[in-house]
Nanobody, 122 residues
Framework: QVQLVESGGGSVQAGGSLRLSCAAS????????MAWFRQAPQAPGKEREK??????????IYADSVKGRFTISRDNDNNTLYLEMNSLKPEDAAMYYC?????????????WGQGTQVTVSS
């Protein structure tokens, strides 16, 4: 059974940094695509925004909204996905979710974590 547990969220001032972690169990991070999504509190009915992906080849893609400020990485020895977030802005405030795919190319079935909250004050 796959389980994803996010951590590292919190409250920071604009310009600050946070590092999110997603610990995976029952899943081998090195074999598959993984991604970070977020959902802003003011948009509960909207789809979650895909902000960073890391496929099984190591390629990464970022949403324009976070490019240059966020970095996705993984520690495959520890089955953990990370999101380093720098120069945080108030609009980055959201619930952040880890998503683990069942394929290396970021398609197919997937699993979600429960999320970790990020708050950014101006």
């Amino acid at each position: 059974q796959v389980q994803l547990v996010e951590s590292g969220g919190g409250s920071v001032q604009a310009g600050g940094s946070l590092r999110l972690s997603c610990a995976a169990s029952g899943y081998t991070t090195s074999s598959y695509c993984m991604a970070w999504f977020r959902q802003a509190p003011q948009a509960p009915g909207k789809e979650r925004e895909k902000i960073a992906i890391s496929d099984s080849s190591g390629s990464t893609i970022y949403a324009d909204s976070v490019k240059g400020r966020f970095t996705i990485s993984r520690d495959n020895d520890n089955n953990t996905l990370y999101l380093e977030m720098n120069s945080l802005k108030p609009e980055d405030a959201a619930m952040y979710y880890c998503r683990a795919y069942s394929r290396g190319d970021c398609f197919g079935d997937s699993y979600w974590g429960q999320g970790t909250q990020v708050t950014v004050s101006s």
